[in-house]
């Protein structure tokens, strides 16, 4: 049974899961209603949405096109790269074929596009060049480094980030079960744990406890200073009551 996932980048550069949607099959129509239904479920997505990254398949692309018109697609690289591999093993002279094709694909500017392109006209079979202008050539900004650069894309040029976590739903999918209950049930436990993962390795970035030179500084400071008999060590000694407070306890 397919999971149709949408995973999106937070502020941090971590995956976060957004949707699931199990479908009976990757049918265009079953994958647009999929899309459908998670704008439905997220309103604000349509217009704050910038980049969707996706692999080669036509009924996402279309999908996403038709409710995120706003939205640049960009297609996963490495997916583009084998893809590319696949294609060309049938050429004459496929090793250089390929050579042109991956220096196509990370070429930093237009002009040196045209320059591979003209290459590749030279060097590939009139066959593959049908195929290239009909399926890559006309879109380029979705592959293209030089047309990505110019989109938000946070440094993200491959699906590596939702492979990673469809290894794991897989293996739910894959496993025996006793109904459908039981598969909703393992898929948000899954989701539940990746959730605090991801939390945890956020927290555990930006909060460091410091045994280093600042805990050296700070003690440093205080040298001259008797260490606190009790918990709390009240620095600022305007607080009201607090004078009282210490000379109580200073009687008993």
């Not at 949707?19 to 209603?33: A, D, F, H, Q, T």
């Not at 709390?232 to 607090?242: A, V």
Request: glycine fraction near 6%; charge should be positive.
């Amino acid at each position: 049974m397919p999971l149709m996932v949408f995973l999106c980048l937070d502020a941090h550069g971590n995956g976060r899961v957004a949707g699931y949607c199990l479908m009976r099959s990757e049918s265009k129509v079953n994958v647009k209603n999929a899309v459908k239904a998670f704008c439905q479920a997220h309103p604000a997505a349509q217009d704050n949405v910038k980049t969707v990254l996706v692999d080669k398949d036509h009924n996402e692309r279309e999908a996403i096109r038709e409710f995120f018109p706003e939205a640049i697609v960009h297609i996963c690289l490495f997916h583009t790269l084998q893809i590319f591999n696949r294609r060309t093993k049938g050429e004459p002279d496929a090793t250089n074929v390929k050579i042109v094709l991956e220096g196509i694909a990370y070429c930093p500017t237009k002009e040196g596009y045209s320059e591979l392109y003209s290459k590749l006209q030279s060097t590939a079979s009139q066959d593959f060049m049908r195929y290239y202008n009909e399926n890559w050539h006309n879109c380029q900004e979705c592959w293209a480094t030089f047309h990505r650069d110019l989109s938000i894309s946070c440094g993200q040029t491959t699906t590596n980030l939702a492979e990673s976590h469809n290894q794991k739903t897989k293996a739910i999918l894959k496993k025996k079960r006793a109904n459908m209950a039981e598969l909703l049930r393992n898929l948000l436990l899954l989701h539940s744990s990746k959730t605090s993962r991801t939390a945890m390795n956020t927290f555990n970035g930006k909060v460091k406890v410091s045994g280093g030179p600042s805990s050296f500084s700070y003690r440093s400071r205080r040298r001259d200073r008797p260490l606190p008999r009790f918990s709390g060590d009240f620095e600022n000694q305007d607080d009201r009551g607090t004078g009282d407070r210490q000379q109580r306890l200073d009687k008993h």
